[in-house]
């Protein structure tokens, strides 16, 4: 490497076990017990998050809840308020902002910050990393573990490296006595099936991916063996991008048991379509493709799509073609479900229809537009009194007394934003 050291500038802020925190936080009688957040042992509930007196016990997030039952008898079990931790990820997105507007969440407990342009205000990207840390235990009661780097990679790993209340500096120059004895599983893109591909090759540790010639690794792994051979060599040309373009919204459940009920899956598919309804008017997006997800006992999985003539973020509508899909699958119990909004556009712009072509009568279309008019400004009322009370406070009449859906790790909602890239990745779901 050659020319002037990279400017040490971009930190990465973790908060440590956010969900399980928040419940510590909010009943101190928790604290030092092995606390965890996510569904019940039975079905196929799942832990979503782990305090790190659990995690002594091996118990972690993702894992079938009754086999960390079985790992730590005197598990705390408790199940989700993504409502409580979104607040509280609120709170600390906005003490993030407060020291630069360059700031990429990447979940709702964790971040990328480019601190370049606020040096003169607040000090060096060290001194601004200790002050965010700061701030989020005085004014949130949460610790954060934080890396500051010259990249995003080394400033992810360094937040990682002191976990739990971690602050950790890579400085230029610090690279390889930091990269040399880590496992080359903590190379991001690097998973269980591509470690073992580079385990045959007699590569563990991230020196010896170093060490192999950059061509060599291109020819095994394709592109995305440059990006980890110039990872192990902590190159990352990545920014910090504060306004990465939202691709899809959508909502999915694995039913504790299989549902072969269509009456029973039309109501799952309402509440799916309001949740996401509701997510994005509140991110003032709408969409034009709807995609059913559907997964049989036998794991198979199958998907149907339909584009509308017009984009909308209303929750009949979304229903109305969800329902029309389910109607196209074949009916058998089903293990999953979800529903996926697509080509989403910000509602500031103008709405634009079908053109040429086929499409509804001048009559027929007015009479469409003056329901969607109608079913718009009702939304828009309910939804003053869902931000204020809470998203449960207003629902449609077939879902009263049902509460919100559940999912394996006993969470109200699952939602997901398909097409982030935070580079190359060599596995699928790695």
Known sequence: MSGAAPPLTILHVDMDAFYASVEVRDNPSLAGLPVAVGGPATGRGVISAASY?????????????????????ELVLL???????????????????????????LSLDEAFL??????????DAVEIGRLVRRDI??????????????????????????????????????????????????????GPRTAKRLEAMGVTLVRDLAALDR????????????????????????????NRTEKSHGMERTFAEDIQSRDELRTFL?????EVAFTLRDKGLRGKTVTLKARFSDFKTVTRTRTLDSATNLGPRLFRVASELLGKIELRPLRLLGVQVSRLEDVRGPAQGQ???????????????????KLSAATA?????????????????????????????????????AGRSLGAGLDAGE
């Open 215 to 242: 061509l060599e690794v291109a020819k095994r792994f394709g592109s995305s063996g440059l990006w980890i051979h110039d990872l192990a060599h902590g190159l990352d040309p990545r920014r910090v991008t504060p």
């Open 355 to 373: 053109l040429f072509g086929a499409g509804p009568e001048p009559s027929e279309r007015q009479a469409w537009l003056e329901s969607n008019k």
């Open 381 to 417: 009322s309910l939804d003053k009194l869902r931000r204020k009370y809470g998203r449960g406070t207003v629902v449609p009449a077939t879902l009263l007394g049902r509460g919100r859906v559940k999912g394996r790790d006993g969470s109200d909602g699952e939602p997901g934003v």
């Open 114 to 123: 480019d601190v370049s342009g606020s040096e003169r205000l607040f000090g």
């Open 79 to 105: 199940p989700p308020d993504f409502e409580r931790y979104t607040e509280a990820s609120r709170r600390v997105m906005e003490i993030f902002r407060r020291y630069t507007p360059v700031v990429e969440p």
């Open 137 to 190: 235990l005085r004014e949130t009661r949460l610790v954060a573990s934080v890396g500051v780097a010259p990249t995003k990679f080394l400033a992810k790993l360094a937040s990682d490296l002191d976990k739990p209340d971690g602050f950790r500096v890579i400085q230029h120059g610090e690279e390889r006595a930091v990269l040399d004895p880590l496992p080359v599983s903590k190379i991001f893109g690097v």
């Open 270 to 274: 309402l509440s799916f379509c309001e």
């Open 53 to 73: 007196e659990a995690r002594a016990f091996g118990v972690h997030s993702a894992m079938p809840t009754a086999q960390a039952q079985r790992l730590c008898p």
